[in-house]
């Protein structure tokens, strides 16, 4: 069972149904439709199918667990009525949602006001095209995927500003630039947390950077990149202490402030699969992967598909650290964010390239262990 | 980006009620402001007139959602001076126990409330949680959580229920413990001394030239406060220290709040320990019948009375959660009250808002707003 990958079961899925189908058809829509070439193409679609329900899926769970997280630091239960545990409290928001009218203000643009959220989630999606969940659960070996994954994910701001703009509304339009300088100014320090990674993996293809952490997780010797990144990462995400851009208290909803039913639905699952991704970058670059350290009993990573377990664990428990930060820090103010983004962020990551370059020219360190790939 | 106006309110999360502050900002950065009350204006002066005096207590609850008891004491001790009646000692006690609980409850809500405005979530929820503890004992000798009318003319309406002392002591021992807990996640955090340090700053004069009292004026340095300046009900007989504090910014405030806080608990234990041991009666005798005696259902005759009583005023100023309020009652000798008279702190409060707002950032409006603790009930009245 170890060898199965994302695409073995999407293959399997399309040659079960397509064969089934074509047993019970006469003999030549039979033949076309078993035809090789018909049951690779389904199978692409269906491993896309594959990708976008487990991100959904798994963006709602998370939801879940935010509030059940927030709701135990808050010294109540969280979502307790619908489904076990509120487990399905998320469904039941999502279609009432879903069922809302969308009021569009009279004076805004339409062609922004709804291409904005939609491009949004959209862009969203496409991240967890790129990133690999175990060996094999991934879209392919892309050699740039981190860097793929990286400039994906910072569209988000031209899309929150083209939607805060054409929502005719002082307040979503304050959101907007505060979202746009935010996410500006937190992308050079997470761009150079990355580029630490990098260095010392040696190469910008998640599953490699994944490998190479095998004598270590990189989360040790590059402790500042992890610390600048993670900060980028609560930054980008608009998490509390860095929300301003939807801080509530004095810009009512920040950029969404008009939106409403569906199209807030997209903001806010745009918005959690986003922290999703952050949370899966933080363990992929930083904690692993899908790997476990090699002192670990074999009987827990030998079971079938344990490296998405552990990986499923990993992410949702830094998704943990980040709610844990969100129940106990108030939030900054914009001017301050900026300061702390453009100087004291830039420097650390600076020097954590700095480190880096350092870790690889000593090749060893005395802890940790060696760089594999160097060929100590 | 130009010059801007921005309505926040009436319908904005850093109003906390119903009032709108017109803002013109310049980016981020407040030029002026201008905030506008009277949204919630009910014409309770002018209501009063037409009730009895027992009845105006209704009105007094709706006054102020927060602090509906002290609310209360403030006008029975005008009403009680305009028709020259002496309450019993034990229900001048009780009243202490009410304001001082009042304000420990409406502290908590503002705790609550502000943390929330500067993006603080969980200590929100904790503020509501032990606010309701207060509430519970509100709910256990006055029947009700928010609208009590507990107090009446000549006393109070009914004496505590067994336990009651017990019940209040185990409050206290567990809100002590919280004040700390409450200092940690607020002052201990760096973020909140950069979000409220220097921040809304409203120096001793400026308080004192824009009429403005209690939290807001103690953070300035100033040490006044009525229940010790000018000690009404039996404060002179309780031992407790007005809660000052230097900076007049929001964490200045916060301080003072705090502090206050924990004196209420000190006077609550004083009040609690001196109900338990001086039972007594909580009604005054020579309480008029038409006005409605404890216990006994007025007869439909006593309303209809044109009983004649000595005329007279009632002024009455009392240290409110919120700062100062005054009551100003007139009898002209029939049943209702000729004219009724309130001066809210808040009113004066929020008006110098142009003076402790503008130069910040619009990021500032609501911890700042929030440290001022609007109430706008009691400010439209």
């Known amino acids: 069972m170890s060898n199965v990958t ?49 991100s959904m899926l798994n963006t709602i769970v998370l939801i879940w667990w935010e509030r059940k997280l927030l709701g135990r630091f808050m010294d109540r239960r969280g979502a307790m009525h619908v489904g076990y545990a509120g487990l399905l409290q998320n469904f039941a928001d999502g279609f009432k949602l879903f069922r809302k009218t969308t009021v569009q203000p009279r004076d805004a643009d339409s062609l922004g006001f709804y291409t904005g959220p939609t491009a949004y989630m959209v862009t969203s999606m496409i991240l967890f095209g790129i990133l690999p969940i175990s060996s094999g659960w991934n879209s392919g070996v892309l050699p740039l995927s981190l860097l793929l994954a990286l400039a ?59 490998y190479e952490q095998q004598n270590y997780w990189f989360w040790g ?20 202490p860095f929300d301003l851009p939807e801080a509530e208290a004095e810009l009512v909803e920040g950029w969404n402030t008009e939106y409403g039913g569906m199209l807030f639905a997209f903001f806010m699952l745009a918005d959690y699969l986003r922290a999703l991704v952050g ?5 992929l670059l930083f904690l692993g992967g899908w790997t476990l350290p090699t002192w670990v009993p ?36 914009t001017d301050q964010l900026l300061r702390v983004g453009w100087n004291r962020m830039i420097p650390l990551s600076l020097l954590s390239v700095f480190l880096a370059a350092l870790l690889v020219t000593v090749k060893c360190l005395p802890v940790f262990g060696c760089v594999p790939s160097l060929g100590v | 980006m130009s010059e801007m106006w921005i309505n926040m309110g009436p319908q904005h999360p850093m109003t906390h009620g119903l009032w709108n502050l017109r803002v013109r900002i310049d980016g981020e950065t407040v030029l002026d402001v201008d905030p506008e009350m009277g949204y919630l204006h009910r014409g309770i002066e002018k209501i009063s007139e037409d009730r009895h005096y027992n009845e105006v207590i209704t009105l007094m609850d709706r006054t102020c959602y927060v602090a509906g008891l002290a609310w209360e004491h403030l006008y029975i001790i005008a009403a009680e001076k305009a ?3 002496q309450p019993p000692e034990r229900a001048d006690y009780l009243r202490m126990m009410c304001e001082e609980f009042q304000r420990i409850g409406s502290h908590l809500m503002w705790y609550a409330a502000f943390v929330q405005d500067i993006g603080l979530m969980s200590p929100f929820l904790y503020g509501m949680r032990d606010r309701d503890l207060v509430l519970d004992l509100f709910q256990s000798y006055t029947g009700a959580r928010m609208t009590y009318e507990y107090m009446r003319v000549g006393g109070v309406r009914n004496d ?58 103690r953070s300035a340095g100033v040490k006044r406060d009525l229940r010790k300046n000018r000690p009404y009900s039996l404060y002179k007989e309780v031992d407790f220290d007005v809660a000052v504090a230097d900076g007049a910014d929001v964490t200045a405030r916060y301080l003072v709040r705090m502090e206050e806080m924990r004196q209420s608990v000190r006077i609550l234990r004083q009040v609690v320990d001196w109900l338990d041991a001086h039972p007594g009666p909580v009604m005054a005798e020579t309480v008029p019948r038409w006005m409605g005696a404890p216990y006994a259902p007025v007869g439909r005759e006593g309303y209809l009375l044109k009983r004649q009583y ?45 003076t402790y707002l503008v130069g910040y950032h619009v990021a500032d409006i609501p911890p700042i707003m929030g440290s001022v603790d609007v109430c706008v009930g009691e400010c439209d009245r």
């Open chain 1, 279 to 283: 949370s899966i970058l933080v363990v």
């Open chain 2, 310 to 354: 000595p005329k007279g005023v009632g002024f009455s100023s009392i240290e409110e959660p919120h700062g100062e309020a005054q009551a100003y009652v007139v009898n002209e000798g029939g049943e209702h009250p000729y004219r009724v008279k309130f001066r809210s702190p808040v009113f004066a409060n929020l008006s110098a808002a142009r």
């Open chain 1, 152 to 210: 994906v994910f910072s569209f988000a701001p031209l899309f929150i500003f083209v939607s805060a703009w054409s929502s005719n509304n002082k307040y979503s339009l304050m959101g907007g630039m505060r979202s746009a300088a935010q996410m500006i100014a937190y992308e050079v320090p997470l761009l150079l947390a990355v580029v630490a990674v990098v260095i010392v993996a040696g190469s910008f293809d998640l599953t490699t950077i994944v």
């Open chain 1, 6 to 54: 994302l695409y073995s079961v999407s293959y399997l899925l399309s040659d079960t149904v397509l064969r089934a189908i074509g047993s019970v058809l006469p003999r030549p829509l039979s033949a076309w439709i078993t035809n090789a070439d018909l049951i690779t193409g389904i199978a692409v679609l269906v491993f896309g199918a594959l990708l976008l329900a487990a």
């Open chain 2, 160 to 217: 505590l229920p067994p336990g009651f002392t017990d019940q209040a002591r185990k409050v206290l021992d567990w809100l002590v413990p919280r004040f700390k807990e409450y200092d940690q996640l607020c002052l201990g955090s760096d973020i909140f001394h950069k979000r409220c340090d220097h921040l809304g700053v409203l120096s001793a004069s400026d308080c004192i030239r824009h009429g403005v009292t209690g939290p807001m004026l």
């Open chain 1, 221 to 240: 010797p590059l402790v500042v990149a992890l610390v600048v990144f993670f900060a980028g990462m609560l930054a980008e995400m608009e998490r509390i």
């Open chain 1, 298 to 333: 074999a009987a827990l990573t030998s079971f079938p598909l344990a490296g998405i377990v552990w990986f499923m664990v990993k992410t949702y428990i830094v998704f943990g650290v980040f709610v844990w930060i969100r129940a106990s820090l108030p939030r900054v103010r």
């Open chain 2, 83 to 85: 028709l020259r009646i």
